[in-house]
């Protein structure tokens, strides 16, 4: 009889959350925001590709495959995105204001109660401020998942890494987190990420392509050139290529690319290269992370990379905006 109604206990809580142990729910409601739509993406490849969510009535509803812990981004009209963190059997509720995203409230996971209270002690500091919260929550919480999503943005991807910061947090991390797959790849990473830092000389790097063509930066001069990464399954990445092509064109042969693809299958980056035309020198080498050439110019993320000229680093980790700007100015300079 107890058998019986703890199943039936079961049956019960799992109706009322509205999601089985292999899914992952959002749902929420858009102040100012009556009808509309916004997308979400996993830059761990949590989701294949990028999906519409839609917004009728100042309300959505979201509902994914979740077979393991994952980040999920949120990309909104304005082009911000945010952070969700993904459990298998979990469901969340979003209450936001369209005009003030940054402030939005995400109930229903501790991981996600943790974000919003940082996104709510952080909305009107200053950008070092900020980086110090984001230590101490890391400090404080190192059991959760929002400490890599942390890590890696206001230490690691940034114009000026805190290499040091960045092995201390992941070793703390890894200490509650030993099986953590990101956490253990970052570390194995750390000994590399030197590698690209602001005035080092360009390292040389080399691997294949989707063809199996030899693919080298050792040809591509004393101008100024961008190493990047991307994946098929990231959102940001795309749009970062999308925006290098277009400057490559309108460069008159000043600008040169070279990028890496960390997917694990073929095809997909094949159908990227071929949808948006990428028409350069592209590494595909099926290592993903632990791919050497991403090693050899001391890149970790997706996306992720670093500008060159006359084969010196000068700038790294730049979002898609700033990328284009340091582009025009170095094009633009006459030395």
């Known amino acids: 009889m107890k058998h019986i109604l703890c199943i039936v206990s079961t049956l019960m809580l799992l109706t009322a959350c509205g999601v089985d142990s292999g899914h992952f729910k959002l749902s929420g409601r858009f102040l100012n925001m009556n009808q509309g739509e916004f997308f979400i993406y996993g830059p761990e490849g949590g989701i294949e590709g990028v999906d519409t969510i839609q917004v009728m009535g100042g309300r959505f509803t979201y509902e994914m495959p979740c077979e393991r812990e994952a980040i999920l981004m949120l990309v909104f009209p304005n082009f911000s995105e945010q952070p969700i963190f993904a459990q298998p059997g979990k469901s969340v509720d979003i209450q936001a204001d369209a005009s003030h995203i940054k402030e939005m409230t995400v109930k229903g996971t501790k991981a996600n109660e943790l974000m919003t ?4 002690k952080t909305a009107q500091v200053s950008p070092p401020e900020m980086v110090k919260i984001a230590e101490e929550t890391i400090n404080s919480h190192p059991e959760s998942p929002i400490g ?3 890590l890696k943005k206001f230490f690691l991807m940034t114009p000026t890494p ?4 960045v092995e201390k947090l992941t070793a703390k ?3 509650e987190q030993p099986q953590n797959g990101p956490l253990i790849i970052l570390q194995r990473q750390m000994a590399h990420l030197k590698n690209g830092v602001v005035g080092a000389s360009m390292a040389k790097i080399s691997g294949t392509d989707i063809d199996g063509n030899a693919v080298s930066n050792s040809e591509m001069g004393d101008g100024v050139t961008v190493i990047s990464t991307w994946g098929s399954w990231n959102y940001q990445s795309q749009e970062m290529q999308r925006k290098l092509r277009r400057k490559m064109r309108s460069s008159g042969g000043r600008l040169h690319l070279l990028s890496i693809c960390v997917d694990a299958d073929r095809n997909s980056c094949r159908n990227i290269i071929k949808r948006d035309t990428l028409s350069w020198p592209i590494i595909f080498d099926n290592m993903l992370f632990d791919s050497p050439a991403m090693q050899k110019a001391g890149l970790a993320d997706v996306p992720d990379n670093i500008v060159v000229k006359n084969r010196k ?5 730049l979002s898609t905006s700033e990328l284009e700007e340091k582009i025009d100015q170095l094009l633009n300079e006459r030395h």
Do not use: Q
């Open 173 to 175: 991390m890894l200490e």
């Open 117 to 120: 209270s940082f996104r709510k």
């Open 148 to 150: 890599i999503y942390l």
């Open 313 to 317: 680093v000068v700038a790294r980790s």
């Open 162 to 165: 805190d290499y040091a910061k």
